[in-house]
């Protein structure tokens, strides 16, 4: 078993990855949107945004499309 992972910042507010797992045999890809290294101070209102493809390799046609938010309200 085994697995790979690909990943990819551009800026600061996206973040791209991409791997394979071999022993679910489900390659995935996913976009983050939104400022991972931003401080309490500078962004009390945090938030971040992902969309996420797995596409399992016996059956194409069971792809999913996730969607996720994380945020944190630092008052």
Not at 26 to 55: C, H, I, N, R, Y
Request: without cysteine; aromatic residues 14%; proline residues 3%.
């Amino acid at each position: 078993m085994w697995s790979a992972v690909y990943k990819r910042t551009y800026g600061k507010d996206y973040k791209f990855k991409a791997g394979y797992d071999s022993e679910v045999r489900l390659g995935w890809a996913s976009l983050w949107v939104g400022d991972e290294a931003g401080k309490v101070k500078t962004t009390p209102m945090k938030m971040k945004v992902q969309f996420m493809l797995q596409v399992p390799q016996d059956d194409i046609k069971t792809s999913v499309l996730m969607f996720r938010v994380k945020k944190r309200w630092d008052i």
